[in-house]
C-alpha cells in the first residue's frame, strides 16, 4: 500500500523513533478515508509479534454510525498476544481473553482489556469519549510491552489529545487533496494547527477560572483583569472593539469554530486567541490563513507533538501518485519532520539492541518515564 523507497542504513524505523523520543503511547491520525492508519496499526503490531512482544492497541470510533454498531468497525489483524482495550461483541469473545474487570463505557457496552488468543481479523470499538480515551492508554501501556497506539479520523481528533497520547503521527496519501501537491500542501497546514504554541503565562493561569466557567472571556494582558465575551463571532468582534488600544487575549474554552474566526478573519481586528488544545481548533484553514496574515496569534495551553508524518501514494479518486516522488514531495514541504514508509521499514531488523530492552517491561517504563 506505501511505496517503497531507499532506506539509509541506520535510519530509524517509525518505531525506534517513537521509543527514542520517549513515546510510550502513540496517537495515528487517519487524514482522510483509505490514508492507510491501519496499515501502521498492522505494522507496528506485526514487528512487535515476531518479537514475542505484546503491543497495546485501540481504536477511535470514527462516524456517528460506529457508536451505534460494532459491525460498522472495519476489521484490523491482531497477532497473537496483543493487548486490546475494547467493547466485547458476542461473535469475537472466544477470540479474546479477558485481563480485569470493565474501567469504563462506550456506547456498545462496557470498555475492557483483553489479550488476543489467536491471529484474528478483529473489530476493535475503543472509546467514545476523550476522558475514556487517555484512560486506556494508560491501562495499555502498562500492560502492554512497551507501546500503546491508538488510531482514529481527523474529523473526531479529540483522541489523540495530550494527556493520553504523548505524540502523534499523521497519516495521509496522495489522494488528500486532489493531487500530490495540493495534498502536501494541506498536510502542511494539518502539521501548523497541530503545532500551535503554548500560551504566556498569564493566559495559562487564567485558563482554569475561564474553563470551569465553560464561556469566552477577555484577558487583560496588563491588568490581567478577566471580562466575559460574547460566545458569537460578531458579539466577540463588538466586545473587542470596546477595548480600543489594547491587545487583549481571548480565551475559548469550547474551542475555535468556523462561526467565532470567521466572524473576526473577516474584521480589521486582531488579537491572540486561546484554545485548550490543538484538537479544539476547527476553524477552515481559509479563515486561518486569513487571521495569521493580519497579524492575529493562535496559542494553546497543552501543545501536542507530531512525531513523523507516514505517506501513502495511493489515490482512492484518481490515478495513483509515484512513491518517490510524492514522498520527495512531501519531505520538501514538510522539512523539519521525519516521513516513513511502515510497509518497507517492516522489512528491515529492527535494532537488536533496542528489542532485548523493550523485553524488560519495567526497564522500559522507567527509562522513559516522562
Known sequence: MFGNRSHVADEPNLLERAFAAGCTRLAVISLHPGAGARTVLERAASEFHKRGISLGLTRAPRLP?????????????????????????????????????????TSLGELQLFRA??????????????????RALERLDEMSGGLALVDGAWERRGFAAPGGAQAVVLVAGAGFSGCPERSAAALRHVVEVLDLERADRPALEAWPRVDEQGSPALLDAGSQDLTLAGSSGEELATDLVSMSGQRPVVLLPQGLHNDLLGPLSRSPLRCTLVVRNPTCFRAAPVYYRSWRRGGGTIRVIEPMRVLAVATNPVNCSGPDAHPERFRRLVSDTLSNLPIHDVVLEAERSINPSLWELLRRPVVLSQLFKR
Do not use: C, K, N, W
Not at 475494547?86 to 469473545?93: H, I
Not at 484474528?120 to 480515551?133: E, F, N, Q, V
Open 117 to 134: 488468543r489467536q491471529s484474528a481479523h478483529l473489530r476493535l470499538y475503543g472509546p467514545d469519549d476523550d476522558d475514556s480515551m487517555r
Open 65 to 105: 454510525l460506529e457508536a451505534l454498531d460494532s459491525g460498522a468497525v472495519m476489521p484490523i489483524r491482531v497477532p497473537e498476544g496483543t493487548i486490546v482495550a475494547t467493547t466485547p461483541v458476542p461473535e469475537q469473545e472466544g477470540l479474546l481473553e479477558p485481563l480485569g474487570p470493565a474501567f469504563g463505557r
